[in-house]
C-alpha cells in the first residue's frame, strides 16, 4: 500500500475550544504558533478551521490564530498551502446570502487567505430547502472570485451526489467533502458510497478526527485523565473496549518505530483519504509529518480493517449527517 498520492492535513478544532480542549489564550498561544509553523515547514499541507471554532467570547478564535501566524509567512508559501474554512449553516442563516456575511468576517480573520469554503454540515435533517441554496451562495462566491474551492462536511451520500449535480450545472466542481473516519467510526455502506462517488468524480475525501480524539494514540497500559470534563466522559466509556486495537496500532508501529497515532493516520491514507490531524503542540506536528514518511503494508491494513471491524464500540457520530 502506497500513501504517496494522500497528503496529511491538520484541524484547529482545539484552537480557541476550552470546552473540550480547555484551551487557555495565555499559555496555549505561544505553542501554536510554532505547532503551526512546525506543521507547515514539515509538509502538512492543509489546514482546516470553521468559523464556529472558539467557544463563548472566543468565536473565531480559531481563524484569528491562523490568520496571524499566516501574517509571517512568506507568500509563495501560503500558495502551497489550502487554508480551508468552514462555515456553520445556523438556522438563522438563510437563503442565497446567508452564509455571506459570515464569509466577510471569516475572511477578515483569515486575512484574506481561505482558499476552500466548506459547508460545515448538512441542513437536510431539519431544513432541507435551505442547503440548495447556501451551496448556489457558496458558487456564487466561487464566481465572483472571491474563493478558488467548495467542499462539503458531514453530508451523506444521496445529498452529496444532489449538492454536486446542482454546482456541476453552474460549471462549479465540489473539491472535498470532510467526514468523521478513522478506525473507531463504524464501517458502513454509506461511508463506502461516499468514497466510490469521490473517486468517481475526483472529489478530495478529507477525514476529520482521524485519532478519534486523541483515544488511538494511547498505549494499552496508560489511563489517562483529559482535561476536560467532556473528553473524561469519552475516554473512560471508550477505552476499555478498544484495547486490543489500540495493542495493534503499538505492535506494527515497533516494526517502523512510529507511534500509535502513525500507524492510525496511515492506516487512514491507506483508504485513499487525507487526514486532517488535530494537533495542539509541536511534537504532535512534527509525528504526522513523520508519518508521511512511511506506508502500511496490505497485510498490516487488512488486519486493522479485521480489528476494526471486530470492535465493540464506535465513536459517536455527528447528529447532522444527511442521508
Ligand atoms: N467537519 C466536522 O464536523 C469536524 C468535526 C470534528 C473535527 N473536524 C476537524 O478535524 C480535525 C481533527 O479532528 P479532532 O481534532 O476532532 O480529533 P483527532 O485528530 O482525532 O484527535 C486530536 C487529538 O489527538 C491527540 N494527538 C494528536 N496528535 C497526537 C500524537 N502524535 N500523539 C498523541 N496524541 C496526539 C491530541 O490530544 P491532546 O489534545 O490530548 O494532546 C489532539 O488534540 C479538527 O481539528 C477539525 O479541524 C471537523
Not at 507568500?75 to 455571506?100: D, E, M, Q, S
Amino acid at each position: 500500500m502506497e500513501n504517496k498520492e494522500v497528503g496529511i492535513g491538520f484541524g484547529t478544532w482545539a484552537w480557541g475550544n476550552k470546552l473540550v480542549w480547555g484551551y487557555e489564550p495565555e499559555t496555549d498561544d505561544i505553542l501554536l504558533k510554532k505547532t503551526f509553523f512546525n506543521a507547515i515547514d514539515g509538509g502538512l499541507d492543509l489546514v482546516d478551521t470553521a468559523d464556529s471554532y472558539g467557544t463563548g467570547r472566543l468565536f473565531g478564535q480559531s481563524e484569528k490564530l491562523i490568520g496571524n501566524f499566516l501574517e509571517e509567512l512568506p507568500k509563495r508559501k501560503i500558495k502551497k498551502i489550502t487554508v480551508a474554512t468552514k462555515l456553520a449553516p445556523f438556522p438563522w442563516r438563510i437563503g442565497r446570502h446567508g452564509l455571506h456575511k459570515a464569509f466577510e468576517e471569516s475572511n477578515k480573520r483569515l486575512k484574506g487567505n481561505i482558499k476552500r469554503v466548506q459547508l460545515h454540515w448538512s441542513t437536510y435533517r431539519y431544513a432541507p430547502w435551505q442547503e440548495e441554496q447556501l451551496i448556489n451562495g457558496l458558487g456564487d462566491l466561487y464566481q465572483q472570485g472571491l474563493i478558488k474551492e467548495i467542499g462539503l462536511s458531514n453530508t451523506g451520500p444521496k445529498r452529496l451526489a444532489f449538492l454536486y449535480q446542482q454546482l456541476k450545472k453552474r460549471g462549479i466542481k465540489i473539491h472535498s467533502i470532510q467526514m468523521q473516519f478513522s478506525l473507531l467510526t463504524k464501517p458502513s455502506l454509506e461511508d463506502e458510497t461516499i468514497k466510490n462517488i469521490c473517486k468517481k468524480n475526483n472529489i478530495e475525501y478529507l477525514a476529520y478526527s482521524p485519532l478519534a480524539l486523541g483515544l488511538l494514540t494511547i498505549p494499552t497500559d496508560k489511563l489517562p485523565k483529559p482535561l476536560t470534563f467532556l473528553r473524561q466522559k469519552l475516554f473512560q466509556r471508550i477505552l476499555p473496549k478498544t484495547k486490543e486495537l489500540r495493542k495493534l496500532l503499538n505492535d506494527i508501529g515497533k516494526k517502523y518505530s512510529a507511534s500509535q497515532a502513525q500507524v492510525a493516520l496511515n492506516w487512514v491514507r491507506s483508504h485513499g483519504a487525507k487526514p486532517i490531524v488535530g494537533i495542539r503542540n509541536p511534537f504532535q506536528a512534527n509525528d504526522a509529518i513523520a508519518a508521511l514518511k512511511w506506508s502500511l503494508t496490505k497485510n498490516e491494513k487488512e488486519r486493522l480493517d479485521f480489528c476494526r471491524s471486530e470492535c465493540l464500540i464506535n465513536m459517536p457520530q455527528n447528529p447532522f449527517i444527511s442521508p
